[in-house]
Protein backbone atom coordinates (compact mmCIF):
# COMPACT_ATOMS: atom_id res chain seq x y z
CA UNK A 1 0.00 0.00 0.00
CA UNK A 2 1.51 3.25 -0.92
CA UNK A 3 1.56 6.26 1.28
CA UNK A 4 -0.23 8.16 -0.59
CA UNK A 5 -3.50 5.66 0.46
CA UNK A 6 -3.12 6.57 4.55
CA UNK A 7 -6.35 9.00 5.49
CA UNK A 8 -4.05 11.43 7.49
CA UNK A 9 -4.80 11.51 11.22
CA UNK A 10 -7.89 13.36 12.80
CA UNK A 11 -6.80 16.76 14.56
CA UNK A 12 -7.82 16.26 18.26
CA UNK A 13 -9.49 19.53 20.18
CA UNK A 14 -6.21 20.08 22.07
CA UNK A 15 -4.06 20.62 18.86
CA UNK A 16 -6.40 23.28 17.28
CA UNK A 17 -5.52 26.87 18.41
CA UNK A 18 -8.03 29.45 18.30
CA UNK A 19 -6.82 31.82 14.96
CA UNK A 20 -5.28 28.81 13.36
CA UNK A 21 -5.40 28.93 9.98
CA UNK A 22 -6.75 26.02 7.67
CA UNK A 23 -4.61 25.47 4.29
CA UNK A 24 -5.91 26.91 1.33
CA UNK A 25 -7.83 25.21 -1.07
CA UNK A 26 -7.55 25.90 -4.98
CA UNK A 27 -10.54 24.05 -6.52
CA UNK A 28 -10.60 24.48 -10.73
CA UNK A 29 -14.55 25.11 -11.82
CA UNK A 30 -14.75 23.35 -14.67
CA UNK A 31 -17.85 22.56 -17.04
CA UNK A 32 -18.24 19.09 -15.65
CA UNK A 33 -18.10 20.27 -12.37
CA UNK A 34 -20.79 22.33 -12.55
CA UNK A 35 -22.96 20.31 -14.87
CA UNK A 36 -22.27 16.61 -13.00
CA UNK A 37 -23.21 18.39 -9.56
CA UNK A 38 -25.63 20.24 -10.42
CA UNK A 39 -27.72 16.71 -12.05
CA UNK A 40 -26.62 14.67 -8.68
CA UNK A 41 -28.41 17.15 -6.74
CA UNK A 42 -31.00 17.02 -9.03
CA UNK A 43 -30.93 20.83 -9.63
CA UNK A 44 -31.88 20.72 -13.02
CA UNK A 45 -32.46 24.66 -13.30
CA UNK A 46 -31.12 25.60 -16.79
CA UNK A 47 -27.85 28.44 -15.50
CA UNK A 48 -26.52 25.22 -14.12
CA UNK A 49 -26.27 23.58 -17.51
CA UNK A 50 -26.92 26.15 -20.43
CA UNK A 51 -24.60 28.92 -21.25
CA UNK A 52 -27.28 31.12 -22.82
CA UNK A 53 -29.80 30.93 -20.05
CA UNK A 54 -26.64 31.61 -17.45
CA UNK A 55 -25.44 34.66 -19.31
CA UNK A 56 -29.55 35.65 -20.04
CA UNK A 57 -29.54 35.99 -15.99
CA UNK A 58 -26.44 38.29 -15.91
CA UNK A 59 -23.56 35.57 -15.29
CA UNK A 60 -20.56 35.24 -17.73
CA UNK A 61 -21.61 31.24 -18.12
CA UNK A 62 -23.25 28.27 -16.22
CA UNK A 63 -22.12 28.93 -12.26
CA UNK A 64 -22.36 26.44 -9.07
CA UNK A 65 -25.53 25.64 -7.24
CA UNK A 66 -25.12 26.31 -3.95
CA UNK A 67 -25.70 22.47 -3.21
CA UNK A 68 -22.33 21.60 -4.66
CA UNK A 69 -20.96 24.96 -2.41
CA UNK A 70 -21.72 23.57 1.13
CA UNK A 71 -20.62 20.50 0.01
CA UNK A 72 -17.03 21.99 -0.93
CA UNK A 73 -16.80 24.07 2.02
CA UNK A 74 -17.34 21.04 3.83
CA UNK A 75 -14.72 18.68 2.31
CA UNK A 76 -12.42 21.84 3.35
CA UNK A 77 -12.98 21.53 6.73
CA UNK A 78 -13.45 17.52 6.81
CA UNK A 79 -10.02 17.20 4.40
CA UNK A 80 -8.25 19.52 7.11
CA UNK A 81 -10.11 18.31 10.03
CA UNK A 82 -9.30 14.68 9.13
CA UNK A 83 -11.36 11.07 8.93
CA UNK A 84 -13.15 10.84 12.17
CA UNK A 85 -14.61 14.51 12.63
CA UNK A 86 -17.84 14.84 12.30
CA UNK A 87 -19.60 18.40 10.88
CA UNK A 88 -22.47 19.59 13.10
CA UNK A 89 -23.14 22.68 11.03
CA UNK A 90 -22.55 24.38 8.18
CA UNK A 91 -23.72 27.98 7.88
CA UNK A 92 -23.24 30.15 4.29
CA UNK A 93 -24.13 32.60 2.66
CA UNK A 94 -23.53 32.91 -1.14
CA UNK A 95 -22.41 35.93 -3.01
CA UNK A 96 -20.53 36.34 -6.38
CA UNK A 97 -21.49 33.26 -8.81
CA UNK A 98 -18.82 30.58 -9.24
CA UNK A 99 -18.58 30.15 -13.06
CA UNK A 100 -17.15 27.59 -15.15
CA UNK A 101 -13.51 28.62 -16.15
CA UNK A 102 -12.84 30.33 -12.61
CA UNK A 103 -11.22 29.04 -10.11
CA UNK A 104 -12.55 29.21 -6.31
CA UNK A 105 -9.85 29.24 -3.52
CA UNK A 106 -11.26 28.15 -0.56
CA UNK A 107 -9.28 29.95 2.98
CA UNK A 108 -11.21 29.51 6.80
CA UNK A 109 -9.73 30.09 10.49
CA UNK A 110 -10.63 28.69 13.83
CA UNK A 111 -12.47 31.10 15.49
CA UNK A 112 -13.82 29.58 18.65
CA UNK A 113 -13.33 26.43 20.54
CA UNK A 114 -16.01 25.04 22.98
CA UNK A 115 -16.55 21.49 25.01
CA UNK A 116 -20.74 21.64 24.80
CA UNK A 117 -23.12 18.52 25.16
CA UNK A 118 -20.28 15.55 25.71
CA UNK A 119 -18.72 17.08 22.51
CA UNK A 120 -15.69 19.01 21.53
CA UNK A 121 -16.47 21.39 18.98
CA UNK A 122 -14.52 23.95 16.81
CA UNK A 123 -15.64 26.45 14.52
CA UNK A 124 -14.52 27.97 11.34
CA UNK A 125 -15.08 30.61 9.33
CA UNK A 126 -14.64 29.95 5.40
CA UNK A 127 -14.40 32.10 2.93
CA UNK A 128 -14.51 30.84 -0.77
CA UNK A 129 -13.49 33.65 -3.79
CA UNK A 130 -12.97 33.55 -6.97
CA UNK A 131 -12.07 36.11 -9.71
CA UNK A 132 -15.14 38.06 -9.44
CA UNK A 133 -14.99 38.15 -5.44
CA UNK A 134 -16.52 36.23 -2.62
CA UNK A 135 -18.51 33.37 -3.81
CA UNK A 136 -19.12 31.95 -0.29
CA UNK A 137 -18.80 32.95 3.48
CA UNK A 138 -19.87 30.96 6.44
CA UNK A 139 -18.75 29.00 9.31
CA UNK A 140 -18.58 24.94 9.73
CA UNK A 141 -19.07 23.30 13.29
CA UNK A 142 -17.07 20.54 13.53
CA UNK A 143 -16.76 18.41 17.04
CA UNK A 144 -12.96 16.90 16.93
CA UNK A 145 -11.81 14.10 19.14
CA UNK A 146 -9.95 14.74 22.48
CA UNK A 147 -6.39 13.18 22.41
CA UNK A 148 -6.62 9.57 23.27
Not at 48 to 69: E, K, P, V, W, Y
Not at 71 to 91: E, K, M
Not at 118 to 147: C, F, Q, W
Amino acid sequence: MSSSNILPPTRTFESVEVGEELPPLEILVTTTLVVATAIASRDYQDVHHDRSAAQRSGAQDIFMNILTTNGLVGRYVTDWAGPNALLRGISIRLGAPNCAGDTLRMTGTVSTKEATGGEYIVKIEVKGANSVGDHVTGNVRVALPMEA
